[in-house]
């Protein structure tokens, strides 16, 4: 059975937050699934899990900094961005997703989601106190203005061991989103609208 995924090229852009560990899982999923994954890293996403766990279940470089000489592309931020299929950041930060409202490219993550013309899926994870604040929502609304797409985050139990709202999608959620926004992909085989 075709899962839609064969010979996309998905670029995974993971953040610093517990909720990274779920990240393998939509990972190795995608692979199985026929897609060709390549992971971006912030530097505080690497606290939570190792590039070497992404290399490992992407089956490919892992690029955790823009001027590295060890990676594969001379500024993978443009030929990842330029290559893309979609881009998925997960779990994204209040930090990210604030930075990604400013326009800002410090990192990564940040600098390929501004040189991507791919769509950007967004499944956010943080406290709930986080994500209900005013500054949050007003970037998620700003993002989601600009054609950014979301997944969750979910209701139940978060890192701090209270429940609410701020949970990481499950990684079939997760998937099946990214599934979703690609079968928009036009008939001439253009990439589906941000």
Same mark, same amino acid.
């Given at each position: 059975?075709?899962?839609?995924?064969?010979?996309?090229?998905?670029?995974?852009?993971?953040?610093?937050?517990?909720?990274?560990?779920?990240?393998?899982?939509?990972?190795?999923?995608?692979?199985?699934?026929? $897609?060709?994954? %390549? #992971?971006?890293?912030?530097? &505080?996403?690497?606290?939570?899990?190792?590039?070497? +766990?992404?290399?490992? @279940?992407?089956?490919?470089?892992?690029?955790?900094?823009?001027?590295?000489?060890?990676?594969?592309?001379?500024?993978?931020?443009?030929?990842?961005?330029?290559?893309?299929?979609?881009?998925?950041?997960?779990? $994204?930060?209040? %930090? #990210?997703?604030?930075?990604? &409202?400013?326009?800002?490219?410090?990192?990564?993550? +940040?600098?390929?989601? @501004?040189?991507?013309?791919?769509?950007?899926?967004?499944?956010?994870?943080?406290?709930?106190?986080?994500?209900?604040?005013?500054?949050?929502?007003?970037?998620?609304?700003?993002?989601?203005?600009?054609?950014?797409?979301?997944?969750?985050?979910?209701?139940?139990?978060?890192?701090?061991?209270?429940?609410?709202?701020?949970?990481?999608?499950?990684?079939?959620?997760?998937?099946?989103?990214?599934?979703?926004?690609?079968?928009?992909?036009?008939?001439?085989?253009?990439?589906?609208?941000?």
């Amino acid at each position: 059975m075709e899962s839609g995924l064969e010979g996309k090229r998905i670029l995974v852009g993971v953040c610093g937050g517990i909720a990274a560990y779920k990240v393998a899982e939509v990972v190795s999923t995608l692979r199985r699934m026929g $897609a060709e994954v %390549h #992971v971006l890293m912030t530097q &505080a996403a690497t606290r939570f899990v190792g590039p070497l +766990t992404f290399r490992v @279940l992407s089956q490919n470089p892992v690029v955790t900094d823009m001027w590295d000489p060890e990676n594969p592309w001379d500024e993978p931020h443009v030929t990842l961005g330029e290559q893309a299929d979609l881009f998925l950041i997960a779990p $994204a930060t209040a %930090h #990210v997703i604030g930075r990604l &409202a400013c326009g800002l490219a410090d990192d990564v993550v +940040t600098a390929t989601a @501004l040189a991507t013309r791919a769509p950007i899926l967004i499944a956010p994870a943080m406290s709930d106190l986080m994500y209900t604040s005013q500054a949050v929502q007003e970037n998620i609304a700003r993002l989601k203005e600009r054609g950014y797409r979301f997944v969750g985050p979910e209701y139940g139990r978060l890192a701090s061991g209270k429940e609410g709202i701020g949970r990481l999608s499950e990684p079939e959620v997760i998937v099946e989103a990214v599934r979703k926004i690609l079968a928009e992909v036009a008939p001439s085989g253009g990439p589906a609208k941000r």
